[in-house]
């Protein structure tokens, strides 16, 4: 089959001449095919460079005719302008065009006219959307790319009937952006109004309604270097949302690297912004700690619920089971569906839920990475979408979760610091679980995960010159 893609400024009369020979062997021949792509005239330079550069091909005016070398995408061969393509269709199909200057001309006109009347009406039909924006950092991740179906989803955004996806990467070329937004528009979800990619700061977190910051910096520089630029970028990060994001933005924080500082550094650069607004997911480690303890007593991870994490998410924290129920457990004691027993009643070996077992939930995301050579992004998702889906409310209010939240006098820990704590979520928003015992040994271990990310927080980098962006 031939497939060719017509493209050309809406008043160039040659564009025009050049659309009704290809309509005349389209009814003519059975397999060819033709898109067209008419472009307003003040839009025509930028986006014929804008192909050329993709593609690598060199051309300067219009038309631009390249053929598809499968039916279904891929890099195009390039053909060239109108005389190409009439020698092309002379030459293979015998079929040429008389077309008069008169005729080409008016035609030219009716295009541009058309073409400006479909613009406009695109333009109001957007003017009376009013989409979610949601940004993501990081987006050529590997959790980015798992993340998005998922996040693309009425579960996820179930009152909300349009969604502006913004995809951000720093350390992304303008190629690879392109294409994995052509990947998300494929998806093709009913939710999705537009896909936006961005490689650097210019419009950053523009009106965003939820920021989803990811690991986003993969360099292999050193701790001190990797401290040294996140904290740099965050900063940045902090007030840019400070500015331009909606007053109501909901911000997660994710990754392996600097979780807590992170959050830290942005509450710390957006004072206009509710600190409420911002967390850090402790979702993942929940979920490792969930498929250690479900190995252990033999049933499915998903048996196991409410364990909590307090601390350092990426650094020094503690699993806490003392409100950790296990369903399904096979034991002397059975019921129905329903009936849940507690894990501690269950596993009395104090020394290996002291020890092992916290040595081998640390060690569970660093066996998948050296398993599989990337990070743990399919249990980094699937902690994002879960603290997301809780925000909009889809678990009940007695459903405990683990995040990373500003410290305000509870549990007698410093203010001023991002540490990880049970929370619930109602109405859109999170409180802290207060239904929990801290005894003494609970309480120095958090102690000692504050003092270390106090330290870190007041060994990071220099302040550095406010925001040339707003």
């Known amino acids: 089959m031939a497939k060719f893609v017509l493209a050309g400024k809406a008043d160039c009369p040659y564009y025009a001449k050049a659309e009704l020979l290809a309509d005349v062997l389209q009814r003519s021949l059975p397999n060819f095919r033709v898109h067209k792509i008419s472009v307003l005239p003040a839009e025509w330079k930028e986006w014929l460079e804008s192909i050329c550069e993709r593609n690598g091909w060199k051309h300067n005016n219009s038309p631009l005719v390249w053929r598809e070398l499968v039916e279904q995408g891929g890099k195009g061969m390039l053909l060239g302008g109108f005389s190409d393509f009439l020698n092309h269709c002379q030459d293979y199909y015998g079929i040429t065009s008389d077309m008069s200057t008169d005729v080409m001309q008016r035609i030219a006109a009716e295009n541009l006219e058309t073409q400006s009347s479909l613009t406009a009406e695109e333009r109001h039909c957007l003017s009376l959307i009013q989409p979610l924006h949601v940004w993501i950092t990081g987006a050529l991740s590997l959790t980015c790319q798992i993340l998005?179906?998922?996040?693309?989803?009425?579960?996820?955004f179930p009152k909300d009937a349009a969604v502006a996806l913004h995809l951000l990467d720093l350390e992304g070329d303008e190629e690879e952006m392109q294409r994995l937004k052509m990947d998300v528009e494929d998806l093709a979800p009913s939710v999705l109004l537009q896909v936006i990619v961005h490689t650097d700061l210019d419009q950053a977190f523009h009106e965003a309604s939820i920021i989803l910051l990811l690991d986003d910096f993969r360099n292999d520089a050193g701790n001190e270097t990797k401290?040294?630029?996140?904290?740099?970028?965050?900063?940045?990060?902090?007030?840019?949302?400070?500015?331009?994001?909606?007053?109501?933005?909901?911000?997660?924080?994710?990754?392996?690297?600097?979780?807590?500082?992170?959050?830290?550094?942005?509450?710390?650069?957006?004072?206009?912004?509710?600190?409420?607004?911002?967390?850090?997911?402790?979702?993942?480690?929940?979920?490792?700690?969930?498929?250690?303890?479900?190995k252990k007593m033999r049933v499915r991870p998903s048996d196991v619920t409410d364990v909590i994490v307090w601390g350092n998410v990426s650094g020094s924290?503690?699993?806490?089971?003392?409100?950790?129920?296990?369903?399904?457990?096979?034991?002397?004691?059975?019921?129905?569906?329903?009936?849940?027993?507690?894990?501690?009643?269950?596993?009395?070996?104090?020394?290996?839920?002291?020890?092992?077992?916290?040595?081998?939930?640390?060690?569970?995301?660093?066996v998948v990475v050296s398993k599989t050579g990337h990070a743990a992004a399919i249990s980094a998702t699937n902690g994002i979408l879960t603290v997301l889906k809780a925000w909009h409310g889809a678990y009940g209010q007695d459903e405990v979760f683990s995040v990373g939240v500003l410290c305000t006098g509870?549990?007698?820990?410093?203010?001023?610091?991002?540490?990880?704590?049970?929370?619930?979520?109602?109405?859109?928003?999170?409180?802290?679980?207060?239904?929990?015992?801290?005894?003494?040994?609970l309480q120095e271990e958090l102690k000692l995960c504050a003092k270390e990310l106090l330290q870190v927080f007041h060994n990071k980098a220099p302040k550095t010159k406010q925001s040339t962006y707003s």
């Open 227 to 294: 401290l040294r630029v996140t904290t740099e970028h965050y900063r940045e990060y902090g007030h840019l949302i400070d500015v331009r994001a909606n007053k109501q933005v909901k911000v997660i924080v994710s990754g392996d690297s600097f979780v807590n500082l992170r959050c830290s550094l942005l509450v710390e650069n957006a004072p206009s912004i509710n600190s409420h607004q911002f967390v850090a997911t402790a979702t993942q480690l929940e979920n490792e700690a969930r498929a250690v303890l479900a």
């Open 317 to 366: 924290f503690i699993i806490d089971l003392q409100r950790a129920k296990v369903f399904n457990y096979r034991g002397a004691i059975r019921g129905p569906a329903s009936f849940s027993q507690s894990v501690l009643q269950i596993l009395h070996d104090r020394k290996w839920l002291e020890t092992e077992f916290q040595q081998q939930v640390r060690l569970q995301r660093v």
């Open 410 to 441: 509870f549990f007698k820990l410093p203010y001023g610091i991002i540490l990880s704590v049970p929370v619930t979520f109602m109405d859109g928003k999170w409180s802290v679980l207060l239904d929990v015992t801290v005894d003494n040994k």
């Open 148 to 156: 998005i179906p998922s996040l693309l989803s009425a579960e996820v």
